[in-house]
């Protein structure tokens, strides 16, 4: 199982950027998807995860300002992000509970650099 995230880039404060991250291998379901981040000089910490069946949790940093949401179909899940602020610089991954050939495990991203200009 490999999860592939793309979508990162350069923006200005208050632009907006759209993360995917696509799940391929032998997969039998995804469960919970979750979006982090690791600020430059900082722990990774969690900015959203989403259930099979769609609820959302943001972080109360990123609350009103992104939306995650998932194709079950194409085992991918998106982060829109709008209204990108400075402190939103970091690294993004996302991370799934998968059920798979190799039995039930976390999976991670290689994640994807987010810059945010001033």
């Known amino acids: 199982v490999q999860l592939q995230a793309s979508g990162g880039g350069l923006v200005q404060a208050g632009g907006s950027l759209r993360l995917s991250c696509v799940g391929s291998?032998?997969?039998?379901?995804?469960?919970?998807m979750t979006w982090y981040r690791q600020p430059p000089g900082k722990q990774r910490e969690l900015v959203a995860s989403i259930t099979r069946s769609g609820t959302p949790n943001y972080a109360d940093s990123v609350e009103g300002r992104f939306t995650i949401s998932r194709d079950n179909a194409k085992n991918t899940v998106y982060l829109q992000m709008n209204n990108l602020k400075p402190e939103d610089t970091a690294v993004y991954y996302c991370?799934?509970?998968?059920?798979?050939?190799?039995?039930?495990?976390?999976?991670w991203g290689q994640g994807t650099q987010v810059t945010v200009s001033s």
């Open positions: 991370n799934a509970d998968v059920s798979s050939g190799a039995g039930y495990s976390a999976y």
């Open positions: 291998g032998s997969i039998y379901r995804i469960y919970v």
